[in-house]
């Protein structure tokens, strides 16, 4: 038995694979939501790419270059 194999044995074992008939997927897990993130995360997501976090390449280098002169500062 491979490692896939085991795996999905555990799963139904776990899932209860008794009711299961034979239309249904072979890893037992049709009946669970499949998404990976929480709606939560979704509405968070939602929200953090409507808001603009964009900065043009020249206030990014002003950025940079006004932390390494307060690094240079600092160690000096």
Do not use: C
Request: proline share 3%.
């Amino acid at each position: 038995m491979g490692k896939n194999q085991a795996y999905k044995a555990m799963q139904r074992a776990r899932l209860g694979s008794s009711s299961a008939g034979p239309d249904e997927v072979e890893d037992g897990m049709s009946q669970v939501d499949g998404s990976f993130h929480s709606p939560e995360w979704h509405a968070a997501r939602l929200a953090s790419l409507k808001t603009s976090h964009t900065i043009t390449w020249e206030e990014y280098k002003k950025k940079q270059k006004i932390a390494r002169n307060k690094d240079a500062t600092v160690i000096v």
